[in-house]
């Protein structure tokens, strides 16, 4: 028997278990490292869910404390102040920051509440303007009738007023004119959804046009290729009195303005989809309707603010 010759046929076969073990592994470690990212991209998203339906509830809680939204905080200031401070004022009653952040100091909550899980603040985008819901008790239907008159409410901006005789709430909510802010949103049968008072948005794990704690600048918006989620971190048109077709949500917009009239809820694209990508879309949002916010039968109707009986 030749023990020379086996002896390193059998250390050829060690080598190969051991570079075969190797790289099971390194192959299990990389899997687990994956399995491990994912879980806590989905513990971040599941956080900054959670805090989106609290910030949510709390300023429906200020709508039926006050009558009206607060405006957003500026997102280059910390201090959660609304700006103007009080409801909006003629001629224009339009806020300040139309792309700013969540007023925490008005809604009883801590600057760490309005933060996402990644530390960046959540944006809040609100119905502002002539027939908007940040002027004095723009909203609250509570002075027009559930069996009211129909009317045109021109000359009051089509807010209920405590006159007789007392209006019905469809003329005040009349879609053609007092329009709200516009949802494309993925996961409806509808897609666009309009007459939305409030929108709340995290600009998710890439945070690309979100505003950060400690810095006056806004992060860098998604480039122009990736219009839909850039939408998300720019400024409203400031059209909130100019009656409009309430469907104005293409998506992909044919022709994206520089100022868009609407915001996007889509499903979120895999991690490995680049920012620069036009279909990466990685943003938390929630919003509010009129129909929730104002219909005995709405998701907050227990808010207050619904038409009464008079």
Known sequence: MNLGARRPRQQGLVA???ATTLLLTLSTTLVLSELSQRREVGDQQALTQKRLLALRQALVNFASANGRLPCPASGAADDGQPVPANSTVAPTYLCTN???TVPWS???LTSSDTLDAWGRKISYRVYDGVRGLTRTDGASMVNCATTGTAAALAANNFQCA???PRTDPA???APA???????YDESQSTTTVWQVALVLISHGASGAGAWVPGSTTQLALPPVANAVERANGLVLTPAGSVPITPNTCPLP???MPAQPICHYRLNKSDAKVALTDKDHFDDQVVYVT?????NPAGQFSAAGRAPRNW
């Not at 004119?177 to 949802?183: F, H, I, M, N, Q």
């Open 16 to 18: 190969l278990l051991l």
């Open 98 to 100: 139309r792309n700013g």
């Open 106 to 108: 008005v809604l009883g």
């Open 162 to 164: 405590a006159v007789a």
């Open 171 to 173: 003329s005040v909510l």
């Open 177 to 183: 004119t007092r329009r709200g802010l516009a949802v």
């Open 253 to 255: 917009p044919a022709v």
């Open 290 to 294: 009129f129909f929730d916010l104002f």
